[in-house]
Structures are given as C-alpha cells and as structure tokens.
C-alpha cells in the first residue's frame, strides 16, 4: 500500500497549485482520504477530507471557498486545488486513508490507516 503526494512547490501569495495523492494497494471504494498539514513548529491539522461513503466532503474553516478536494476513481487519486493561497498555508501535506469504513463522512480524530511522505507547500509574501 502506497499513498504518494505530489505537486508542491513554492508560490507566491495569491497563487495556486493542486496537489495530488496516488494512492496503490486499494482502491478508494469504502476509505476516506484525507489531507492533513503540519507548518513548522505546530501540530498537524486536518485541511480537508473526501469519503466514498456517501461523497461527502469537509474543508477545515481556514480554507473554504480557497480548497477545493476531489477524487478520481479511475486513476486512484485524490486531488486538493488550493487557490488564493496564504503565506500561513505553508507547511508539509500529507494524505491520509481511512478505512475500509462504513459510516459516512469523515472524522480527523480517526486513527489513519495509511500515511503519504508528505509534500511540501511554501507560500511567499
């Protein structure tokens, strides 16, 4: 099993970049995928999820409206478009699965199944 994030970089404020979570090993039938963020010196927060349950999704309130999170069954991937980026957006992403779930939605105090390595995001002022 394997969760790799991809398409970090460095971005001016205002900018944009989509980052992306292969995920190999499963499929995303029945899992959430989650992405969760850690900027330095501060304890990793959960930024948005996404469940095959029932296709819901959650945004954490710092980037609604900016994020947007989706998925694509055919590649096996998840995908998180963030816009109008911050300077205090900086931090590693990870994704992160749950599962295999039953229940809708998703919980981010959940213990994660599986972990990526992280990518990391640097936004400038």
């Known amino acids: 099993v394997q969760l790799v994030e991809s398409g970090g970089g460095l971005v001016q404020a205002g900018g944009s970049l989509r980052l992306s979570c292969v995920v190999s090993?499963?499929?995303?039938?029945?899992?959430?995928i989650y992405w969760f963020r850690q900027a330095p010196g501060k304890e990793r927060e959960g930024v948005s999820c996404?469940?095959?349950?029932?296709?819901?999704?959650h945004y954490e309130d710092s980037v609604k409206g900016r994020f947007t999170i989706s998925s694509d069954y055919g590649k096996n991937t998840v995908y998180l478009e963030m816009n109008s980026l911050k300077p205090e957006d900086t931090a590693v992403y990870y994704c992160?699965?749950?599962?295999?779930?039953?229940?809708?939605?998703?919980?981010?105090?959940?213990?994660?199944?599986?972990w990526g390595k992280g990518t990391l995001v640097t936004v400038t002022s």
């Open positions: 992160a699965a749950e599962g295999p779930i039953l229940r809708s939605g998703c919980r981010y105090s959940a213990i994660m199944d599986f």
């Open positions: 090993g499963f499929t995303l039938d029945n899992y959430a």
């Open positions: 996404i469940s095959s349950v029932d296709a819901s999704t």
